[in-house]
């Protein structure tokens, strides 16, 4: 996302302060005062006309006396002056604007004179912005801030002066501290990108209320999220909470999804913010699950296992080393499992007696340290010592630790010593165990982002059937198809519905009923009624002629008096399915506004709660992600595992949620989908009820979606010197495995050549980056021979623009004995007209004078080549 100004932003050589003020209680006034109080080092510049000076700054009385043009001006003046102001900046070339108040009339007004001028503006109605790396403290904050690596956005001004008060107070501080108001201009995206880059940076916690462009977000918090962890409180989840912060109406789950899907990790509440940035600012990357906790009492360490066992995380086992060694250091008295009980009695002795074969030992991931305050260990004293003991140890930098001090008046000391050593520190166990839990669930969403998905079997779609079907439909204006209409859009790819058929009245419902044989089922048929249960539109088990027609003249004269204007277009006829074992479940598709359409999955029933009964995802899913839609809808009980003779197969299901993902990807006029029920057994599934709501699409349908999907309409079929058949296509998740086993085949000179050092071997986590990439930040084609039999890359080429979409670094390989059969050259004209279609300037890369195979070609290709000898490398460039 845009990266351009946002230096001016973050690190201002030059400020100027527009509305400037000596009166104590003026919003200028505040401003001067925090500037000079944050010791920004380059030239302020407080304009005006009322004084020579303001607070001892030499002043100016407009604008357009400016010395200099200023990287960054803050307004604070009336917001009837707010455009006339904005247009004077931007008329002398000022980069970057603060808005502090502004009224939404004159939103749209703002946004048009920063896009004339290309001014970037943050807010308006923003507090400011903070970064105490660089003496900046250009906001309306009433607190200081402390030097930190922890960086905070947030659109909320009250929350953001909550967290300074409470951060000061604890010590904690900030790499930067942003405050975004309205986002007229500058959004959470373009910063994350920001600082995903910067290297004051090394954790982010967001505040949200709303997002503006889903697609933006994800793909920025995705990207920033695999280089440093990214915390986030979203406020709005009821509905009544979301219509008083003017949000749109949306489902909450969805933001759990997508949080999830881009590796984040929600935190829930204002008690779980703070110990969020307890953690963040003094973080340890873990490294596993386990957690071993060490107590001078039994309760405390209760209380910290249940709370561990309610979110579902892991105690460590003690191994026979680290058994041997605590057991000479501690009494016999002291049964040594896990909670570690050094009872009421514990000196601060035994205390450090205990924590030192603990450091040693690699049995737990993480350490967890609970002191009550003790006349015989006191807390200072025990703290002091426990932060001295684990400065000195070898391993005492790299273990993550916890430490949860319990009690006020005799702890409040100690943990602020915690602090300073850079030690994460609680009052209460379960906000000890909750920080632990925010890391293993945020290690969680790191190993499902990078999780390698299995090719699915059995999968089919006839896009162009289902495609005809619906496109028939519109132009009919049928826009609700129910089981019977949607029939055949749903087997084409594969999803087997029971056998439909519609009856006009009772007489043609028992015709039908005798040819397909009893029992069945009976089912209204109305565009008006959706919910059949409101008139018992249902009948089931209907075992002869007489049943059949008794109940199709009910549902009749039920819908006639409870809905008379209502239309009845017939009525359903299905063989009854068989039950017996099997499990109802349910699986829907709606439109969300913020984040498209989303993925539910859950057992149903007639008073079915999206809010509450269903697990969300995200499309487009995959095995990997379809499957932990599956555990999540088990985990959280959304689907509830029965004893049946045949038990739920989560890979069938999986397999299944993957077809109704390319179904809604390959057919962008489907808005809603209901199955339910679908009746599950084992490995089979049958669709007993369906019904789907169309429109029309205008302009691009892939917009839609919150991520990009793979981008099928850029596969090209190619022919090699010799004539050869090749596939060229975007990388995909699954071709992980055929990516390392390319590598494989690639001679080591070529890797050097490639990466420019000497790899050994490519990590998960290396070929993870390289497959499962998000094709809105960088595109990566593989060549890959025998598609449809045995596939096999044979060469691959990439590039990633930067944040401006002005230029892109590119790279291609191809296998060190498929050379000279013109695969190199055409990988590179697919990327070449793939970056100038999408508004790129110029391909650059960077090689050695050794590598004459790919200078050959870059010329060949008409690249501009800089032979640079003193630092041994070739720049190679293309302007598109």
Same mark, same amino acid.
């Given at each position: 996302m845009s990266q351009r100004g946002l230096e001016a932003l973050l690190r201002p050589k030059s400020i100027a302060v527009i509305g400037a003020s000596e009166k104590p209680e003026r919003a200028g006034s505040v401003m001067m005062r925090n500037l000079l109080a944050g010791g920004f080092a380059g030239p302020i510049l407080p304009i005006t006309p009322n004084s020579r000076s303001v607070q001892g700054v030499l002043a100016y009385p407009s604008i357009d006396k400016l010395p200099i043009t200023p990287d960054l001006a803050v307004i604070c003046t009336h917001h009837r002056r707010n455009l006339q102001c904005l247009e004077q900046l931007g008329q002398l070339g000022c980069k970057t604007v603060i808005i502090l108040s502004s009224p939404t009339s004159q939103f749209a007004e703002l946004k048009q004179c920063c896009q004339r001028y290309s001014i970037r503006l943050l807010g308006p109605n923003s507090l400011g912005v903070l970064a105490p790396w660089q003496g900046l403290n250009a906001s309306f904050s009433p607190v200081p801030i402390l030097k930190g690596k922890l960086a905070f956005i947030s659109q909320s001004a009250a929350v953001s002066n909550t967290i300074l008060d409470w951060a000061k107070h604890r010590g904690v501080g900030f790499s930067y501290f942003i405050a975004l108001g309205d986002s007229v201009d500058i959004d959470i995206d373009h910063l994350l990108d920001f600082l995903a880059r910067d290297s004051k940076t090394s954790a982010i916690l967001l505040y949200l209320e709303h997002i503006h462009d889903a697609r933006r977000f994800l793909s920025a918090?995705?990207?920033?999220?695999?280089?440093?962890?990214? $915390?986030?409180?979203?406020?709005?989840?009821?509905?009544?909470?979301?219509?008083?912060?003017?949000?749109?109406?949306?489902?909450?789950? %969805?933001y759990d999804a997508a949080i999830q899907r881009a590796g984040l990790l929600r935190v829930q509440d204002t008690h779980e913010m703070f110990s969020a940035v307890e953690t963040l600012s003094h973080m340890s990357p873990l490294r596993g699950e386990r957690l071993f906790i060490v107590s001078n009492g039994a309760s405390p360490a209760a209380m910290a296992l249940d709370a561990l066992f309610r979110r579902n995380g892991k105690l460590a086992i003690l191994g026979e080393e680290t058994t041997?060694?605590?057991?000479?250091?501690? !009494?016999?008295?002291?049964?040594?499992?896990?909670?570690?009980?050094?009872?009421?009695?514990?000196?601060? +002795?035994?205390?450090?007696? %205990?924590?030192?074969? $603990?450091?040693?030992?690699?049995?737990?991931?993480?350490? $967890?340290?609970?002191?009550?305050?003790?006349?015989?260990?006191p807390c200072i004293q025990t703290a002091t010592k426990v932060i001295e003991t684990i400065r000195k140890h070898p391993r005492g930098k790299w273990l993550t630790i916890f430490t949860n001090w319990c009690g006020e008046y005799s702890s409040q000391e100690a943990r602020r010593l915690f602090s300073e050593a850079g030690i994460p520190t609680y009052r209460t166990p379960e906000g000890a165990i909750t920080a632990f839990m925010h890391m293993v669930e945020y290690r969680?969403?790191?190993?499902?982002?990078? +999780?390698?998905?299995?090719?699915?079997?059995?999968?089919?779609?006839?896009?162009?059937?289902?495609h005809q079907c619906i496109q028939q439909a519109l132009e009919q204006g049928n826009s609700r198809l129910d089981t019977h209409e949607v029939q055949p859009i749903?087997?084409?790819?594969?999803?087997?519905?029971?056998?439909?058929?519609?009856?006009?009245?009772? /007489? +043609? %419902?028992?015709?039908? %009923?005798?040819?397909?044989?009893?029992?069945?089922?009976?089912?209204?048929?109305?565009? @008006?009624?959706?919910?059949?249960?409101?008139?018992?539109?249902?009948?089931?088990?209907?075992?002869?002629?007489? +049943?059949?027609?008794a109940s199709a003249q009910a549902i009749i004269e039920r819908v006639n008096q409870n809905f008379p204007h209502a239309r009845i277009q017939g009525l359903l006829v299905q063989s009854m399915a068989n039950r017996a074992g099997a499990q109802e479940l349910r699986i829907a598709v709606e439109q969300d506004e913020v984040f498209g359409p989303l993925i539910m999955l859950g057992e149903g029933g007639i008073e079915w709660s999206q809010e509450t009964q269903a697990a969300v995802a995200l499309p487009p899913l995959n095995m990997a992600l379809a499957r932990y839609l599956v555990i999540q809808a088990i985990k959280s009980r959304k689907i509830k595992l029965r004893g049946a003779p045949q038990s739920l197969d989560v890979l069938a299901l999986s397999r299944l949620l993957v077809q109704v993902s390319n179904l809604l990807l390959d057919c962008p006029q489907i808005v809603r989908l209901d199955i339910h029920p679908l009746l599950a057994s084992g490995d089979e599934f049958t669709l007993l009820d369906v019904s789907m709501e169309l429109s029309s699409i205008d302009g691009d349908p892939r917009t839609r979606l919150a991520i990009r999907p793979y981008?099928?309409?850029?596969?090209?079929?190619?022919?090699?010197?010799?004539?050869? &058949?090749?596939?060229?296509r975007p990388i995909l998740p699954e071709d992980e495995p055929l990516l390392k086993d390319?590598?494989?085949?690639?001679?080591?000179? /070529? $890797?050097?050549?490639?990466?420019?050092? &000497?790899?050994?071997?490519?990590?998960?986590?290396?070929?993870?980056n390289m497959t499962q990439i @998000?094709? @809105?930040?960088?595109?990566?084609?593989?060549?890959?021979?025998? !598609?449809?039999?045995?596939?096999?890359?044979?060469g691959v080429t990439r590039a990633i623009a930067d944040p401006d979409n002005v230029e892109a670094e590119f790279a291609v390989l191809v296998r060190s004995d498929l050379k000279g059969i013109t695969l190199g050259y055409q990988l590179m004209i697919k990327l070449i007209n793939y970056t100038r279609e999408h508004g790129i300037s110029r391909l650059n890369a960077i090689t050695m004078p050794e590598n004459r195979t790919m200078i050959k070609l870059a010329k060949k290709l008409g690249f501009t080549i800089d032979v640079q000898f003193e630092d041994s490398i070739v720049n190679l460039s293309l302007e598109l």
């Amino acid at each position: 996302m845009s990266q351009r100004g946002l230096e001016a932003l973050l690190r201002p050589k030059s400020i100027a302060v527009i509305g400037a003020s000596e009166k104590p209680e003026r919003a200028g006034s505040v401003m001067m005062r925090n500037l000079l109080a944050g010791g920004f080092a380059g030239p302020i510049l407080p304009i005006t006309p009322n004084s020579r000076s303001v607070q001892g700054v030499l002043a100016y009385p407009s604008i357009d006396k400016l010395p200099i043009t200023p990287d960054l001006a803050v307004i604070c003046t009336h917001h009837r002056r707010n455009l006339q102001c904005l247009e004077q900046l931007g008329q002398l070339g000022c980069k970057t604007v603060i808005i502090l108040s502004s009224p939404t009339s004159q939103f749209a007004e703002l946004k048009q004179c920063c896009q004339r001028y290309s001014i970037r503006l943050l807010g308006p109605n923003s507090l400011g912005v903070l970064a105490p790396w660089q003496g900046l403290n250009a906001s309306f904050s009433p607190v200081p801030i402390l030097k930190g690596k922890l960086a905070f956005i947030s659109q909320s001004a009250a929350v953001s002066n909550t967290i300074l008060d409470w951060a000061k107070h604890r010590g904690v501080g900030f790499s930067y501290f942003i405050a975004l108001g309205d986002s007229v201009d500058i959004d959470i995206d373009h910063l994350l990108d920001f600082l995903a880059r910067d290297s004051k940076t090394s954790a982010i916690l967001l505040y949200l209320e709303h997002i503006h462009d889903a697609r933006r977000f994800l793909s920025a918090s995705r990207s920033a999220s695999r280089n440093k962890p990214i $915390l986030v409180v979203k406020s709005g989840r009821t509905k009544r909470a979301q219509k008083l912060l003017g949000e749109q109406q949306n489902l909450d789950a %969805a933001y759990d999804a997508a949080i999830q899907r881009a590796g984040l990790l929600r935190v829930q509440d204002t008690h779980e913010m703070f110990s969020a940035v307890e953690t963040l600012s003094h973080m340890s990357p873990l490294r596993g699950e386990r957690l071993f906790i060490v107590s001078n009492g039994a309760s405390p360490a209760a209380m910290a296992l249940d709370a561990l066992f309610r979110r579902n995380g892991k105690l460590a086992i003690l191994g026979e080393e680290t058994t041997k060694a605590l057991k000479i250091q501690l !009494p016999e008295t002291i049964s040594l499992h896990n909670p570690l009980d050094l009872k009421d009695d514990s000196t601060v +002795e035994r205390y450090i007696a %205990a924590l030192k074969p $603990l450091l040693d030992s690699h049995d737990h991931d993480a350490l $967890l340290l609970i002191h009550s305050p003790s006349a015989i260990a006191p807390c200072i004293q025990t703290a002091t010592k426990v932060i001295e003991t684990i400065r000195k140890h070898p391993r005492g930098k790299w273990l993550t630790i916890f430490t949860n001090w319990c009690g006020e008046y005799s702890s409040q000391e100690a943990r602020r010593l915690f602090s300073e050593a850079g030690i994460p520190t609680y009052r209460t166990p379960e906000g000890a165990i909750t920080a632990f839990m925010h890391m293993v669930e945020y290690r969680r969403n790191q190993k499902q982002l990078t +999780e390698t998905p299995a090719l699915p079997a059995n999968i089919t779609a006839n896009t162009a059937r289902a495609h005809q079907c619906i496109q028939q439909a519109l132009e009919q204006g049928n826009s609700r198809l129910d089981t019977h209409e949607v029939q055949p859009i749903l087997e084409a790819y594969g999803l087997n519905t029971l056998p439909t058929w519609i009856a006009h009245n009772s /007489d +043609e %419902a028992v015709n039908i %009923a005798q040819q397909i044989g009893y029992p069945v089922a009976l089912k209204l048929r109305s565009p @008006d009624i959706p919910h059949k249960s409101e008139v018992q539109g249902v009948m089931l088990y209907l075992r002869n002629a007489n +049943e059949v027609k008794a109940s199709a003249q009910a549902i009749i004269e039920r819908v006639n008096q409870n809905f008379p204007h209502a239309r009845i277009q017939g009525l359903l006829v299905q063989s009854m399915a068989n039950r017996a074992g099997a499990q109802e479940l349910r699986i829907a598709v709606e439109q969300d506004e913020v984040f498209g359409p989303l993925i539910m999955l859950g057992e149903g029933g007639i008073e079915w709660s999206q809010e509450t009964q269903a697990a969300v995802a995200l499309p487009p899913l995959n095995m990997a992600l379809a499957r932990y839609l599956v555990i999540q809808a088990i985990k959280s009980r959304k689907i509830k595992l029965r004893g049946a003779p045949q038990s739920l197969d989560v890979l069938a299901l999986s397999r299944l949620l993957v077809q109704v993902s390319n179904l809604l990807l390959d057919c962008p006029q489907i808005v809603r989908l209901d199955i339910h029920p679908l009746l599950a057994s084992g490995d089979e599934f049958t669709l007993l009820d369906v019904s789907m709501e169309l429109s029309s699409i205008d302009g691009d349908p892939r917009t839609r979606l919150a991520i990009r999907p793979y981008p099928s309409e850029l596969e090209e079929s190619i022919k090699l010197k010799g004539g050869a &058949e090749c596939l060229l296509r975007p990388i995909l998740p699954e071709d992980e495995p055929l990516l390392k086993d390319f590598i494989g085949q690639v001679t080591k000179e /070529d $890797l050097y050549y490639r990466y420019f050092s &000497e790899i050994s071997e490519f990590t998960h986590d290396d070929l993870a980056n390289m497959t499962q990439i @998000d094709y @809105d930040r960088e595109m990566a084609f593989v060549a890959v021979r025998h !598609p449809k039999t045995t596939p096999e890359i044979i060469g691959v080429t990439r590039a990633i623009a930067d944040p401006d979409n002005v230029e892109a670094e590119f790279a291609v390989l191809v296998r060190s004995d498929l050379k000279g059969i013109t695969l190199g050259y055409q990988l590179m004209i697919k990327l070449i007209n793939y970056t100038r279609e999408h508004g790129i300037s110029r391909l650059n890369a960077i090689t050695m004078p050794e590598n004459r195979t790919m200078i050959k070609l870059a010329k060949k290709l008409g690249f501009t080549i800089d032979v640079q000898f003193e630092d041994s490398i070739v720049n190679l460039s293309l302007e598109l």
